[in-house]
């Protein structure tokens, strides 16, 4: 298990209780997310948050994406900032100076800065943690072991909408590409 801190940041990605407050296990993902962010800044790991976040009426969303198109639908003629749903849940809320990047998309990189961050800050390691699984985690997994960093999972800080593809991910899909291991075996290095 690579448990070697140095050069690591801990990602908290997509934890808005607009993206979150529907799972079943919300104040469970919640609280093993915030237990992770307490543990790495005793550390002294960074914690980084990734938000998914658009423009007032969302100018930066094709309808011919899937995943985002039907969002865009709803906030048709919503002439409002969009503050209120990029907020983190208050349980892993960042911390003054902790850095807060937006997406554009699922993958954490995506349309964000989050790439300048961490290639400034000497970040080669990321460790990666949110919701969901089967989204953000395994999107921002893929992309940054393609961009060659080193990229851990804690199991039991993801979570999905479908216990079984969430299971697939992690024991069968993301070994290939990153090491795995959950919130106590972490802690216990």
Request: hydrophobic share 40%.
């Amino acid at each position: 298990m690579d448990v070697n801190n140095q050069n690591t940041a801990l990602l908290v990605m997509d934890m808005q209780p607009a993206v979150i407050r529907h799972l079943p296990d919300y104040s469970e993902i919640t609280a093993k997310v915030a237990e992770a962010v307490t543990s790495a800044r005793s550390r002294n790991i960074p914690v980084i948050y990734a938000v998914v976040g658009f423009r007032p009426g969302m100018p930066e969303v094709s309808m011919n994406n899937k995943v985002f198109a039907a969002s865009k639908e709803r906030a048709a003629g919503n002439t409002g900032n969009m503050d209120a749903m990029m907020k983190i849940d208050d349980a892993v809320a960042p911390l003054t100076g902790e850095i807060v990047v937006t997406k554009r998309r699922l993958s954490a990189f995506t349309g964000s800065d989050l790439e300048v961050v961490l290639r400034s800050q000497g970040i080669q390691h990321i460790i990666l943690t949110g919701v969901s699984t089967s989204g953000v985690v395994l999107s921002t997994l893929r992309e940054a072991a393609d961009k060659d960093y080193r990229v851990s999972v804690l199991s039991d800080c993801c979570t999905d909408r479908d216990t079984e593809v969430h299971n697939i991910l992690i024991n069968k899909i993301f070994p290939f590409q990153a090491t795995v291991f959950t919130l106590e075996e972490w802690n216990s290095k």
